[in-house]
């Protein structure tokens, strides 16, 4: 389990605890720690925040550090955020599946046992938005797009976008006008106010 909240942690093993079938076999508070336990105590699934704190990598790194060590450790992704981003980024980072922290004890459960078994690890919910997101692909920003957009969403200029990705100036103005032309925005400012307000990012 990582998390950077040790009261969280102690509270979420302590849940864990009240089912037979489950151990708690290791804890972390960093994504560093994480891969080197997880590596130590070959854990079948890790439950993963999403936002680690300052400084320290995001869930989704996270996740792909853990999947690059122990390939077959099933990664659950637990957020108190549930925007179509960050469920895009973890499914596309190998996530197993994907939980927001209000979901109730029993969802937390049936998600641990399903990544377990092999299977996709989300509550109905995030699954029927996935679905949806599915069936209309040309309205759909990929995940690239939508991490274009979100860092935009925080100030970054155009050629602060490239440096930060690693992109191209052109490659990074190609991604926001197809993000552009699937939200229906005629700029940046709109494009974000619209993505916000679908809870495809969030600032």
Known sequence: MLDDHPVLRHGVRTLLDTQADF????EAGSSAEAVQLVTEQHCEVALVDLDLGDGEPDGIDATRQILRVSPATRVLVFSAYDADSDIVRAIDAGAAGYLVKDSHPA????????????????????????????????????ARE????????????????????????????THLHHAFTKLGAEN???????AVKRGLIRI
């Open 23 to 26: 151990e708690v076999t290791a």
């Open 107 to 142: 969802d937390l459960f049936r998600a641990i046992r399903s990544a377990a078994s092999g299977e996709r690890a989300m509550t109905m919910r995030i699954s029927e938005r996935l679905q949806e997101r599915a069936q209309h692909p040309d309205e759909i920003l990929t």
């Open 146 to 173: 939508l991490e274009v957009l979100t860092l935009a969403a925080s100030g970054l200029s155009n050629r602060e976008l490239a440096q930060s990705l690693t992109l191209g100036e052109a490659t990074v103005k």
């Open 188 to 194: 940046r400012q709109a494009a974000i106010a619209i």
